[in-house]
């Protein structure tokens, strides 16, 4: 793991296509402005796993049941998670 300190206002750049600005911090809380091609999927770590949690819960049941299998990159109740459009801000 890379463990970097930013101030406010400074960012990390990922490859040439994902900037990660820290906004502002209040006590223990940090805000990250993220800048990425919309096509980027960004999701809170503690969703993504409920995500992959369900996924592997579904193709188990699914490989008991003799159907076909799911792949691990079919979403369950994805409808029901809010997600952010990631672009520009103005």
Do not use: C, Y
């Amino acid at each position: 793991m890379l463990v970097l300190s930013r101030k406010i206002n400074e960012s990390i750049q990922i490859g040439t296509d994902i900037n990660i600005m820290v906004i502002d911090v209040r006590g223990d809380i940090v805000r990250l402005g993220i800048t990425a091609p919309q096509s980027t999927q960004i999701w809170r770590k503690e969703l993504w796993d409920v995500i992959v949690k369900e996924n592997q819960t579904a193709a188990r049941a699914s490989s008991s049941d003799n159907a076909p299998a799911l792949p691990l990159s079919t979403f369950s109740q994805l409808s029901r998670i809010p997600t952010v459009n990631v672009g520009e801000h103005s």
